[in-house]
């Protein structure tokens, strides 16, 4: 499985655990993101990583900056793709789970390392249920 993740200068320590782990599963991972503590505009990289699920390049993208809601508007811009703000791994099942979500956007400030690796799990381990789900999902998309 090939996963996009991004990020901005909120980040570099979570996309860093994010990839060991990913890593170690045997994922194929594609850094879109800063290795830097600069400050960098988020948008640059939600929609690079976007842009790669949109394309079906990836699976799935992670986007993670400091509060996780501005990575999430600009990731969101791209047809297909549903990212999903996230803070719990219950939030990320149910992201999964009933809203088909294909990215994952993690607030890197009010999570922890150990949260976030958690979350990503449990949504990429977490299929879309489908069903009365299916119908609310293809709603979401403007065409």
Known sequence: MK?????????PAYKKAIVDFLQAKGYEVTNYGTDSFDSVDYPDFGHQVATAVENGTVDFGIVICGSGNGIAM???KHQGVRCALCWTKEIA????????????SIPARFTSIEQAVAMVETFLNTAFEGGRHANRVNKIACS
């Open 3 to 11: 996963i996009a993740i991004g990020n901005d200068h909120a980040g």
């Open 74 to 76: 600009s990731a969101n």
């Open 93 to 104: 099942e149910l992201a999964r789970l009933h809203n088909d979500a294909n990215v994952i």
